[in-house]
């Protein structure tokens, strides 16, 4: 299967060299962040899961503009005749929708001999060219994605919102098996719908796990699934955000240089998913995957691969000719690697001036403040 989703890299909000930086809305607080996007393709096969292919995004300055001025506009009373009219979008900045479209059919291009079973996505490519498009691309396939609650479905000659409909008939419990893994019960309804706004039928379905208080809709091109084939289906999606977690905290991407220009992002990117690649490679990992035992975490591998590193250096230097003199080389060029550098958070050896009362002025101070009064 093949997971699409977007994720945020931010940077300092005064950066001007970093490529496509942009103001982008802070999930966790709520207010605005400096960063960069990316569209990320993820590959989840029976045995490993790695990142297949990545892009910047990037959103329209212009259209940018133009949105925070018709917010502004609107705000005032001013009438949509008199308002800017929107511009046309840049070829040059696509949407995300677009961007991700471009990923699946350079995917398509180079591995045309896979069998993908199903492309999952979250609610911002739930839409009507996103899932068409991706479906016939790879021959009809199933596409996976959400719709929010208020969108409209038809049903027989009535039409509601996805909401409203699955209150009138709500789910009933389904056992289904989470990534194929622990078993848990949820609260499923499912239907085959007129989606208004795709001006199709679709299979529409709302779920929610035990405990969970609302629904989540999901929507499906392909209507000739079973309900709970397509819920488990859903959950392997969740693996995209452990990959995210995994690549920003472990494999560089969250803590890279940030160099400059389109080079230095795009350098700086690649080495970091390479990085993730190389430690499927890893000896020990293999040998897990090949025995169809549970592969081991990013984590623990990146820290089982700096203790290796030890323990062949200290190897080296214990079965060389001269341990003592081998030793004395090794930690002279490990000072010289990991040299102190200088902090400006103390103040030694910096001169702040007096930082005291000047007695000459005192008697100024008292007249200016007599003045004063």
């Known amino acids: 299967m093949l997971v699409l989703d977007d994720t945020d890299r931010p940077r300092s909000k005064c950066t001007t060299q970093i490529y ?17 996007c990316l569209v990320v393709l993820l590959l989840v096969t029976a045995t490993v899961t790695f990142p297949v292919g990545v892009e910047f995004y990037m959103p329209d300055p212009a259209i940018t503009a133009w949105t925070k001025q018709e917010r502004a506009l609107k705000g005032r ?3 949509k005749k008199a308002r800017p009219a929107k511009p046309e979008r840049d070829p040059a900045y696509p949407t995300k929708q ?46 996976i994605s959400q719709l929010r609650k208020n969108q409209k479905v038809r049903f027989k000659t009535r039409e509601w919102s996805v909401e409203t409909y699955f209150q009138k ?25 007129l989606v208004t706004a795709h001006q199709t039928k679709r299979f529409v379905l709302a779920m929610k796990y035990e405990g969970e208080d609302e629904y989540r809709y999901l929507v499906a091109t392909d209507m000739s699934w079973r309900t709970e084939d397509l819920v488990q289906a859903h959950t392997v999606r969740w693996l995209i955000e452990v990959f995210f977690q995994d690549w920003k905290a472990y494999e560089g991407w969250g803590q890279l240089a940030k160099q400059p220009g389109e080079d230095g992002s795009r350098r700086s990117l690649i080495l970091s998913l390479l990085c993730d690649h190389c430690l499927l490679r890893h000896p020990d990992q293999r040998a897990r995957i090949e025995r169809k035992q549970p592969a081991y975490t990013v984590g623990s591998l990146c820290e089982a691969v700096k203790v290796e590193s030890l323990m062949q250096c200290l190897w080296q ?44 002025l005192v008697y100024r101070a008292q007249v200016a403040l007599k003045t004063a009064s």
Do not use: C
Request: proline share 4%; hydrophobic share 40%; charged share 20%.
């Open 77 to 79: 009373g001013v009438p």
């Open 20 to 36: 496509q930086v942009h103001t982008f809305k802070d999930k966790t607080s709520g207010g605005t962040r400096n960063g960069q």
């Open 317 to 360: 230097v214990a079965s060389s000719e001269n341990p003592q003199e081998r030793f004395q080389q090794v930690a002279a060029h490990a000072k010289a690697v990991f040299a102190p550098r200088e902090s400006g958070k103390h103040m030694v050896g910096r001169d702040l001036g007096r930082l005291e009362s000047t007695p000459s």
């Open 169 to 193: 008939f709500p789910g009933t419990p389904l056992s289904i098996r989470i990534r194929g893994g622990v078993e848990q019960v949820t609260t499923v309804g499912s239907a085959r719908l």
């Open 98 to 143: 677009a961007v991700a479209v471009t990923l699946l059919k350079r995917f398509q291009t180079a591995f045309s001999w896979l069998r993908i079973r199903a492309v999952l996505a979250d609610a911002l490519y739930g839409t009507r060219t996103f899932l068409d498009e991706t479906s016939a691309l790879f021959g009809g396939v199933q596409v």
